[in-house]
C-alpha cells in the first residue's frame, strides 16, 4: 500500500470491461502490440501469471473509489531474485501524469529488494515515449542499450534501476 493506492495481487476477479477499455485506448495502442480483445483474454493472462512462480502480477488500486487504475508485472526470468523485469500500464487515463509510476515503483521495488532481496530493475520502454522515460529516469532508472526490434518507429531502451545505490 502506498499513501494514494493499494497494490494486491491481481485475481480472475479483477479481470473487467473497464480493464478490457484500457486496450481501446490510442494512448495505450501505440505501446502495446498484444493487446486482450476479450476479458477471457484478460482472465487467462492472470491465471498463467498466478500459477508462474517467477512472475508478480499487480493491480493498482485507488484507495479513496477503490477503482482498478493499472497493473505493475514483475518477471524474474535470469535463474534467480537479483533481476527483474518491470513493467507497468496506468489504464486509466485520468490518473496518467500524477506520478503513479513513481509512487508504485519506489514502494514495490522497496518490497522487492526487502523480501526477494531484488538488486535490480529491468524494463524496455520505446524511445518515442519520452513521458515514461522521463518518469523511470526522475525514479533512478538509467539508459543501459538502445533496443533495435527491427522497426525504427519503434526503437527502444533499455533502462536499468540499481537498487543497491
Not at 44 to 50: E, H
Not at 138 to 152: H, M, R
Request: glycine fraction near 8%; charge should be neutral; proline fraction near 2%.
Amino acid at each position: 500500500m502506498t499513501e494514494r493506492f493499494i497494490i494486491r495481487e491481481l485475481t480472475k476477479k479483477d479481470a473487467s470491461t473497464t480493464y478490457l477499455s484500457w486496450f481501446s485506448q490510442a494512448e495505450i495502442k501505440k505501446y502495446i502490440e498484444n493487446a486482450p480483445k476479450t476479458i477471457a483474454e484478460i482472465e487467462s493472462y492472470i491465471t498463467l501469471d498466478q500459477k508462474n512462480s517467477n512472475i508478480l502480477l499487480l493491480g493498482i488500486f485507488s484507495q479513496k473509489s477503490h477503482n482498478h487504475i493499472g497493473n505493475i508485472r514483475y518477471s524474474y526470468a535470469y535463474g534467480g531474485f537479483d533481476d527483474v523485469d518491470m513493467g507497468i500500464i496506468i489504464g486509466d487515463e485520468r490518473w496518467r501524469g500524477k506520478g503513479v509510476a513513481q509512487e508504485v515503483i519506489v514502494s514495490t521495488a522497496e518490497y522487492l529488494a526487502e523480501y526477494n532481496k531484488t538488486k535490480k530493475i529491468i524494463l524496455g520502454v520505446q524511445k518515442r515515449n519520452p513521458s515514461a522515460i522521463k518518469a523511470y529516469e526522475k525514479i533512478g532508472f538509467v539508459t543501459e542499450s538502445i533496443l533495435l526490434p527491427g522497426d525504427l518507429e519503434k526503437e527502444g531502451l533499455l533502462m536499468v534501476w540499481n537498487l543497491l545505490r
